[in-house]
């Protein structure tokens, strides 16, 4: 029987990278996980609304999270930056009282609606390893992919309470998922280290650093791919690294993909695309 989640996409998928709406929904579809749409859901505000204004942040999630729970399912993500924001948000109503009972007010004054928290946030990729387990997700694995393969995990995700059993220091649930579906995991300092999104529209230079040092890091080690789980890090390390080592001097001339993109392929979806991938991860290189 398929396992259902309420389905929040995150705010990149919607615009600049479609394509990871695109690989979750085939992924999920190969992994008998039903995606239950939210229409009207909001943006999480990725932790940039909340810096102008916090509570309308937080009121903006509760609504969406009361829609969840009107579902009576968990929230699932494929995007870390959602799945942190909108866990923060949650600990944070539910370790004060005060703060749920003026945020429930607002709701009910403006939608109706109320949120009790009895839901959790949930990434693609701990519901894989933790929901599906590695025994049922290898059963679906059509296409193994034998490359050595960096991934990233960003530090958003990392939090106690979000990550499951894995280790937020030191995790290891992506490369449970490579080494056993035919890859070979690479293990790099910086796969946990901030790419510095959103700050390439404001400090682009520190930026290019931080993901130069990522791809450096992971290229140096030996990955011929890297693979991200967090859709806005995706888009700097893939779009911006000719910029970044034009910047630094370092060698960050490594494919990169989002995580849905990897189970996908995985999972026998986009052949084509796949070919092309194995090609580029054959072409790409010193």
């Known amino acids: 029987m398929p396992v259902r989640y309420a389905y929040h996409p995150g705010n990149v998928a919607h615009s600049s990278a479609p394509e990871v709406d695109e690989t979750m929904r085939a992924a ?56 942190a924001t909108l866990h923060e948000d949650l600990e944070m109503m539910k370790s004060d009282p005060s703060l749920m009972g003026e945020v429930n007010k607002t709701l009910q004054k403006t939608t109706g609606r109320s949120l009790e928290g009895s839901i959790k946030i ?7 390893v933790e929901d599906l ?37 030191d995790p290891w649930y992506m490369e449970s998922i490579i080494e056993s579906s035919g890859g070979t995991p690479i293990r790099y300092t910086s796969r946990t280290s901030s790419a510095g ?9 520190t930026v290019l650093r931080q993901s130069a040092t990522i791809l450096s890091d992971a290229k140096s080690m030996g990955a011929q791919m890297i693979i991200s789980a967090c859709t806005l890090s995706h888009g700097v390390l893939d779009i911006y690294q000719g910029k970044a080592s034009r910047s ?38 010193d």
């Open 28 to 83: 999920c579809r190969s992994l008998d996980v039903d995606l239950i749409d939210m229409p009207g859901a909001t943006s999480c505000g990725a932790g940039i609304l909340g810096q102008a204004n916090r509570r309308l942040q937080i009121t903006l999630n509760a609504r969406t999270m009361s829609m969840a729970e009107d579902l009576g399912l968990d929230i699932i993500t494929p995007c870390a930056t959602t799945a």
């Open 122 to 128: 949930r990434h693609f990729l701990h519901v894989i």
């Open 197 to 205: 999104t959103p700050g390439i529209f404001s400090e682009e230079n």
């Open 248 to 285: 630094t001097g370092l060698n960050t001339n490594i494919p990169v993909i989002h995580f849905c993109e990897y189970i996908a392929f995985l999972t026998g979806n986009f052949p084509t695309r796949l070919a092309m991938l194995k090609t580029r991860v054959a072409v790409i290189g």
């Open 133 to 169: 387990g590695l025994d049922n997700f290898l059963k679906k694995v059509k296409n193994p992919i034998s490359s050595r393969l960096g991934p990233y995990y960003g530090p958003n995700l990392q939090q106690e309470g979000l990550v499951g059993g894995d280790d937020i220091f």
